[in-house]
T-cell receptor
Framework: AQKITQTQPGMFVQEKEAVTLDCTYDTSDPSYGLFWYKQPSSGEMIFLIYQGSYDQQNATEGRYSLNFQKARKSANLVISASQLGDSAMYFCAMSKSRGAQKLVFGQGTRLTINP | GAGVSQSPSNKVTEKGKDVELRCDPISGHTALYWYRQSLGQGLEFLIYFQGNSAPDKSGLPSDRFSAERTGGSVSTLTIQRTQQEDSAVYLC?????????????FGDGTRLSIL
């Protein structure tokens, strides 16, 4: 079975600082995908970034990057130059690469950006 | 462009009543998922449809829950004889294929409250 662990229930960061949100995972599947989603207070789930287990390079999407350390089974999200609009819940999730791609989610981290 | 559309956005009903929740996926997306988000349980997978394949129902919590997808597009999640523990936000997502690298795009959810 797949499992995602996010150990930071809440984080507070000053605007313009970089922030790292932790995510560790457990799976016996040799091939899998890792995702990060953002959920603002309005409730919608917004896809941020994807990392495949066989990808050689860490994924980047604008201010978001994924620090993928396969041996440590970690997939931390790094947000550079944080903005007030980054305040939200952040969920790490994983799926199998083949077959049903249902997502298994972590419990989330609530990020608050202070001005 | 149209995203995933869910209706109703809010539903309040009495314990024991049946409810139907609707999801209209992004046009052209062949995969459709239902998740449930509640305070105590986080985000849980319920059911997954991919093309003409048999749905993956492994996440449905009881036989009071069922879902169908008509014509490979719109899906309806039905909860019979609702219980108070069914109160949650029900999220629908769609993706363009069955590959594990396809991000799922979520609707705004239906907030279900059982009195």
């Amino acid at each position: 079975a797949q499992k995602i662990t996010q150990t930071q229930p809440g984080m507070f960061v000053q605007e313009k600082e970089a922030v790292t949100l932790d995510c560790t995972y457990d799976t016996s599947d040799p091939s899998y995908g890792l995702f990060w989603y953002k959920q603002p207070s309005s409730g919608e789930m917004i896809f941020l970034i994807y990392q495949g287990s066989y990808d050689q390079q860490n994924a980047t999407e604008g201010r978001y990057s994924l620090n993928f350390q396969k041996a440590r089974k970690s997939a931390n999200l790094v947000i550079s130059a944080s903005q007030l609009g980054d305040s939200a819940m952040y969920f790490c999730a994983m799926s199998k690469s083949r077959g049903a791609q249902k997502l298994v989610f972590g419990q989330g981290t609530r990020l608050t950006i202070n001005p | 462009g149209a995203g995933v559309s869910q209706s109703p956005s809010n539903k309040v009903t009495e314990k024991g009543k049946d409810v139907e929740l609707r999801c209209d996926p992004i046009s052209g997306h062949t995969a459709l998922y239902w998740y449930r988000q509640s305070l105590g349980q986080g985000l849980e997978f319920l059911i997954y449809f991919q093309g003409n394949s048999a749905p993956d129902k492994s996440g449905l919590p009881s036989d009071r829950f069922s879902a169908e997808r008509t014509g490979g597009s719109v899906s309806t999640l039905t909860i019979q004889r609702t219980q108070q523990e069914d109160s949650a936000v029900y999220l629908c997502a769609s993706s363009s294929g069955a590959g594990g690298n396809q991000p799922q795009h979520f609707g705004d959810g239906t907030r279900l409250s059982i009195l």
